[in-house]
């Protein structure tokens, strides 16, 4: 194993090793350019509730890539992710997100949308993180209320207490978090159960052959029944039918994300069908 043979010696004999090495490599000497260029793009898709509302977005950030064109965040996160780029990513992502907000702050019939951000392990345990976002509201002005961090079950690895410390601290200002992925990851339910949680979000990979894979049905049914019991939210993610939708809600998830309410866009084409404001301007100093 390359392992066994040191660290400074030849590591990747392997071609296909090699080759992958050198693609990270080129990946990280793009990054740093395309950090100081801003070549970074948030897309949005929308959340939504029983009656297709849209209730939030999730953000998505995408590359555009001065050679590659438009590159998915799976090609870029893990290496932001092992080179500690992910940290400054991770900030202008929660700035943008931040002064989209206070933006959708302003008119009546999107300032309830919430705004769900997608945190990584890394980003999340730099001791500075809440600082971070405690500073990065009070500069954008964006309600905390409104602000969703989506982490995911490896961050349970470790540090459990750390964690939970940090959660609660931004939780007592209002922000909320997300489980991302649930299911797919390592979370036993007495972590769960200790978590200062909002919501799990039911993984794509358990809705896509809900209605065929009795397995997938009966895993997202107890997802279900387990946040109802914990008193969480939960999202279904990846929904691409009618189909699927129906036998989430007749499940008793109330939540919704996936291609068949909309794919994740560039703000210019984000289509959002908010449920009417009843109470409109006049509320609109009201934070909660
Ligand atoms: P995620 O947070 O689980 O986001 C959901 C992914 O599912 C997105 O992929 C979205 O485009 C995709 N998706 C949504 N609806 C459907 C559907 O109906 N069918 C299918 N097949 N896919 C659907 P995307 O945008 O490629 O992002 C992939 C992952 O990259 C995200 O998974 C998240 O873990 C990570 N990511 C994205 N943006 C950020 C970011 O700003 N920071 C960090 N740390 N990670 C990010
Ligand atoms: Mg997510
Ligand atoms: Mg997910
Ligand atoms: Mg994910």
Known sequence: QAKAAGRNTARFFDPVMQAAASARAAIEADLRVALSNREFVLYFQPVVNELSQTIGVEALVRWLHPRHGLVAPGEFIPVAEQTGLILQLGHWVLEQA????????????????TMAVNVSARQFRHPDFSNQILTLLRMTGANPYRLKLELTETLLLTDFDDVIAKMS?????????????FGTGYSSLSYLKQLPLDQLKID??????VLTDPNDAAIAR???????????????????TAGQRDFLLASGCKAFQGYFFGKPTPLEQLRLETAPDRFGLLHQSVRR
Not at 204 to 209: E, I, N, P, W
């Open 98 to 113: 931040c002064a989209q907000l206070v933006v959708w702050s302003e008119h009546a019939d999107t300032r309830r949308l």
């Open 169 to 181: 601290e931004l939780r007592s200002i209002g922000v909320s978090f997300s489980l991302d992925d």
């Open 204 to 209: 794509k990979s358990f809705v896509r052959d």
């Open 222 to 240: 107890t997802v279900l029944a387990l946040a109802a019991s914990l008193d969480l939210g939960v999202v279904a993610e990846g929904v691409e």
